[in-house]
């Protein structure tokens, strides 16, 4: 069986390949995409972009094989050709790392070289690889950097051999949805307070490019007769040098930026078990500069242009916090960090027009009403608390912070609160009753008696934060899944779970306050409490969640999205 597609791309399950191939199929080429496995995984993965598949086909090869395991005429119309394929991982064997980066590489030349009419082969190699005079010293580069920069001479002059017409891409560290690899360690790292001191010296420039600005730039280049024969270095040149980087995340996701450097002629003496990286990684910590002109030239002639760098990082840091770092899926709705009262608040969903605003109560986090959301078929909102979950601390009262996350709203959505959430959302609906349709309480912790045993036994800050989820599971007495995923790497994180402990410890003081308040709000109220756990402190008429305790949100979603559907007059979905 024949195909009619026109470009092959190499390595198309990977992060560039996988991208590459979506962008190709955006502008009507008809793609075929090789893969060395299964095909499933990269149809799922295009899927979730959007993308027309109908003109993609996918083929299996194996490029450590001479022929690449492609039978003779299977994809005759092809003339553009992308070898996105490269085993990119430090610490592996010499002879691994040839068979795809080098053998590999020439394999793909050669293939090439026997087409009808090959109109360009594009090899993707790097912004450090094309930057030097061909040293391929294995010993003292490692196995990667060292295969990567035989592969890219041999390509070369394969190419110039067998007459192939050949550009060469050399990107930057690729940022952007998916990428949790190469920069995204060290950002880990600062996000999780285990990174002391910044690697290099102050004048260390690693330099980022946008996955997406990559692959249009990427996708031009055959179309361009100019291009044949051509080096192009794809990075933002005006990336800040890392110390600044690593500044302007922190500041974006609400934690302290080291201010201390490590040189890395130090960090090579160290033991790996200390700095926690493999020594292959610092040959890329350098102050190098590099000859962009040509591809700013290039995409300035066809009308593309990179994102500004500081939103390109903010943007993908925020999908790093999102995934936890590449551990779960992305969330559907958006996501990210907003300043909100002097806080770094991790904000998920509508906040322009929800129909409910979600509150979480401890030891918990926004993701606690992802269950609930699921079954609400309606637009929402949800933060986590400031200096809980991934928010970082505020000085500002909590009604403070919730009178700003709200204020972008247009809507009267229903505002829904649990535990310790309770008292804020009191306080908001008391002031601003014209803002809100009406008020859930989901276990007010104020309408009831002293904390239940899981409180108690949650008073040291060490025990919380070494507490696997697992355990906080059952210290809740919910499911695990996602939701105590969240709140346990969240309580993990410094200063949280000691923030956690001390709300917990101070959650009473307000009660009989709150108490008062509550009998002053003029919007509708809802009071919802599990059958085991109820209410203590009140005479008004509250539903009761069979079977549920403390989080009625978490152990019987369905019912808790039934009750706010009521409560906000919408129809079950």
């Known amino acids: 069986m024949t195909s009619s597609a026109d470009t092959l791309v190499f390595g198309a399950s990977g992060f560039i390949g996988r991208a590459l191939v979506a962008e190709l199929l955006r502008r009507g080429r008809q793609v075929a995409a090789a893969v060395r496995g299964p095909a499933e995984p990269l149809i799922a993965a295009l899927a979730r972009t959007g993308v027309d598949t109908g003109a993609l086909t996918v083929v299996t090869t194996d490029i450590t094989r001479p022929g690449l395991g492609l039978p003779p005429g299977v994809l005759p119309a092809v003339r553009d050709v992308f070898n996105c394929a490269?085993?990119?991982?430090?610490?592996?064997?010499?002879?691994?790392?040839?068979?795809?980066?080098?053998?590999?590489?020439?394999?793909?030349?050669?293939?090439?070289?026997?087409?009808?009419?090959?109109?360009r082969l594009v090899h993707i190699s790097g912004y450090r690889v094309?930057?030097?005079?061909?040293?391929?010293?294995?010993?003292?580069?490692?196995?990667?950097?060292?295969?990567?920069?035989?592969?890219?001479?041999?390509?070369?002059?394969?190419?110039?051999?067998?007459?192939?017409?050949?550009?060469?891409?050399?990107?930057?560290?690729v940022i952007g949805p998916g990428q949790y690899i190469g920069l995204a360690p060290m950002v880990e790292d600062l996000w999780r307070g285990r990174l002391p001191a910044v690697p290099g010296t102050a004048r260390t420039f690693l330099p980022v490019v946008a996955l997406d600005h990559l692959t249009r730039f990427l996708a031009l280049l055959p179309e361009d007769p100019d291009a044949t024969g051509r080096d192009y270095w794809i990075l933002d040149d005006r990336t800040p040098e890392l110390p600044a980087l690593l500044r302007s995340i922190a500041e974006h996701t609400g934690v302290r930026a080291p201010r201390r450097h490590l040189p890395v002629p130090l960090l090579r003496r160290l033991p790996r078990a200390l700095t926690g990286a493999d020594?292959?990684?610092?040959?890329?910590?350098?102050?190098?500069?590099?000859?962009?002109?040509?591809?700013?030239?290039?995409?300035?002639?066809?009308?593309?242009a990179a994102p500004p760098v500081e939103e390109a990082l903010r943007d993908w840091a925020d999908h790093l916090v999102a995934t936890r770092f590449g551990r779960t899926g992305v969330p559907a709705?958006?996501?990210?960090f907003h300043g909100i009262a002097g806080s770094r608040t991790w904000v998920v969903g509508d906040r322009a027009a929800p129909a409910h605003v979600l509150l979480h109560g401890l030891?918990?986090?926004?993701?606690?009403?992802?269950?609930?959301?699921?079954?609400?078929?309606?637009?929402?909102?949800?933060?986590?608390l400031p200096g809980l979950g991934r928010s970082s601390p505020t000085g500002a009262a909590r009604e403070r912070w919730l009178a700003e996350l709200l204020e972008p709203v247009t809507s009267r959505p229903l505002l829904t609160a649990h535990s310790l959430a309770c008292g804020p959302a009191v306080r908001y609906?008391?002031?601003?009753?014209?803002?809100?349709?009406?008020?859930?309480?989901?276990?007010?912790?104020?309408?009831?008696?002293?904390?239940?045993?899981?409180?108690?036994?949650?008073?040291?800050?060490?025990?919380?934060?070494?507490?696997?989820?697992?355990?906080?599971?059952?210290?809740?007495?919910?499911?695990?899944?996602p939701a105590l995923d969240s709140a346990a790497a969240a309580?993990?994180?410094?200063?949280?779970?000691?923030?956690?402990?001390?709300?917990?410890?101070?959650?009473?003081?307000?009660?009989?306050?709150?108490?008062?308040?509550?009998?002053?709000?003029?919007?509708?109220?809802?009071?919802?409490?599990?059958?085991?756990?109820?209410?203590a402190h009140t005479d008004a008429h509250h539903l009761t969640v069979a079977g549920a305790g403390h989080y009625p949100?978490?152990?019987?979603?369905?019912?808790v999205a039934r009750i706010l559907l009521h409560a906000a007059g919408e129809r079950q979905p």
């Open 363 to 384: 030891p918990l986090d926004a993701e606690s009403w992802g269950p609930v959301s699921a079954h609400l078929g309606s637009r929402t909102l949800a933060a986590d």
């Open 491 to 535: 309580l993990h994180r410094p200063g949280t779970a000691r923030r956690t402990v001390a709300a917990l410890r101070a959650a009473r003081r307000d009660d009989g306050a709150l108490r008062r308040e509550m009998a002053d709000v003029t919007v509708p109220v809802t009071l919802v409490a599990g059958a085991s756990d109820p209410l």
């Open 553 to 559: 949100q978490l152990t019987h979603p369905e019912e």
């Open 333 to 336: 709705a958006p996501h990210g």
């Open 130 to 173: 094309s930057n030097t005079s061909g040293d391929d010293d294995y010993d003292r580069l490692g196995a990667y950097e060292a295969s990567k920069q035989e592969g890219d001479t041999a390509v070369r002059r394969r190419a110039a051999e067998l007459g192939v017409p050949l550009t060469v891409a050399n990107p930057g560290a």
């Open 429 to 481: 609906a008391r002031r601003h009753p014209d803002r809100i349709s009406g008020l859930v309480l989901v276990a007010p912790a104020f309408l009831q008696d002293a904390p239940r045993r899981f409180v108690r036994d949650l008073v040291a800050p060490v025990a919380l934060r070494r507490m696997p989820a697992a355990r906080l599971a059952t210290r809740v007495g919910a499911p695990a899944g």
């Open 279 to 304: 020594p292959e990684t610092f040959s890329f910590l350098s102050t190098d500069r590099y000859p962009t002109g040509p591809a700013d030239t290039f995409a300035d002639s066809h009308g593309i």
């Open 86 to 119: 490269a085993r990119y991982a430090f610490g592996l064997d010499p002879a691994e790392a040839r068979a795809v980066n080098v053998i590999g590489a020439v394999h793909v030349v050669e293939w090439t070289a026997a087409l009808p009419a090959p109109r």
